[in-house]
């Protein structure tokens, strides 16, 4: 807990800057001849080490490596109360909700605005995680960069965030057909996520009651110089720096392929209109990238269920 510590003036106690934050603001004490100062002293965390090692069997393409990362932001927004149904149940619902409106356009309807508010609350928080989702995979599929970490930040702010989560990826395998490799990463990307989700540090991790807040997602990346940054969910931003005060827990995904080679070098994709294509991926080398961080556009705004006569307004959609 944070504590605090009063120190005679003008004699100053030494602050270690790499061992806790000192922020001051005025604490003075009517005492004879004398004045106090209070020092609000922030103790810094440990950051805690998640090694999640995927399987040498396993073809890490873009397409996975988003997949990936997708599953791990889904279940931290679940997990950490800032969605009340899992991702696939409020997918349901607002897909359900949307299709009955189509159906019934031209009809008069009862509105209950308690019922609709809650509606759009939903909506807009599943069309803003499928347009970030997007954006992650558009990232991890354009070959004149690679992602090598996203960080997803819980809090009212992105300069002071409560907790911190930071997902760095290893080199993905470019150049393959995704579509080959759909079978493989379905098979294997259940039991990845189980072993995060069954770990001692996620447990730690989750295991206490956050409010709803904000979230907010960086990615850093290598990309070639002279490429523009160019994406709808996301946009360049300058490096972050993370708070020692918040909670930071790091997921290390390695990945070591069993086979190096491109298994699908020889192969050529073949469209509806009868033309072919061989699936090739631009190479950077380490001298023509920059490192470039980017950020959402926006953040997620957590929300709670909202309940009528103790039934989910969900269900009177």
Not at 10 to 20: A, G
Not at 109 to 128: F, G, P
Not at 164 to 193: A, D, S, Y
Request: charged share 20%.
């Amino acid at each position: 807990m944070p504590t605090l510590k009063f120190s005679r003036m003008p004699t100053l106690t030494p602050v270690n800057p790499t061992s806790y934050i000192t922020k001051n603001f005025p604490g003075f004490l009517n005492y004879p001849a004398s004045r106090f100062v209070c020092t609000y002293i922030t103790m810094s965390q440990p950051e805690k080490i998640l090694p999640v090692t995927v399987t040498s069997e396993l073809t890490l393409t873009p397409l996975g490596g988003a997949l990936l990362v997708n599953e791990i932001l889904k279940g931290l927004l679940y997990q950490k109360c800032q969605i009340p149904y899992s991702y696939t149940y409020m997918k349901q619902l607002v897909e359900k909700r949307r299709k009955k409106l189509c159906q019934q356009e031209n009809e008069p309807q009862k509105v209950n605005l308690t019922v609709e508010k809650h509606y759009r609350v939903v909506s807009a928080a599943y069309d803003y995680m499928e347009m970030v989702m997007k954006g992650i995979s558009v990232q991890f599929s354009d070959p004149s960069s690679h992602i090598k970490e996203v960080v997803i930040m819980f809090g009212t702010s992105p300069n002071f965030p409560t907790e911190v989560f930071t997902i760095e990826m290893p080199l993905v395998m470019t150049g393959h057909i995704e579509c080959n490799h759909i079978r493989q990463l379905n098979n294997h990307l259940h039991k990845i996520m189980r072993d995060i989700f069954l770990s001692q540090v996620w447990i730690d991790s989750i295991d206490g009651a956050m409010t709803c807040t904000n979230t907010f997602i960086f990615l850093k990346k290598l990309a070639h110089m002279e490429t523009a940054f160019t994406n709808e969910a996301f946009e360049a931003c300058a490096p972050i720096r993370t708070d020692p005060s918040s909670k930071h827990v790091r997921f290390i995904i390695n990945h070591t392929p069993r086979d190096k080679t491109n298994c699908c070098a020889d192969l050529e994709i073949f469209e509806d209109n009868g033309s072919s294509k061989t699936h090739q991926a631009a190479q950077a080398t380490p001298e023509e990238t920059q490192v470039v961080w980017c950020r959402s556009k926006g953040f997620f705004q957590g929300f709670r269920d909202c309940f009528i006569k103790k039934v989910s307004a969900s269900e009177s959609w």
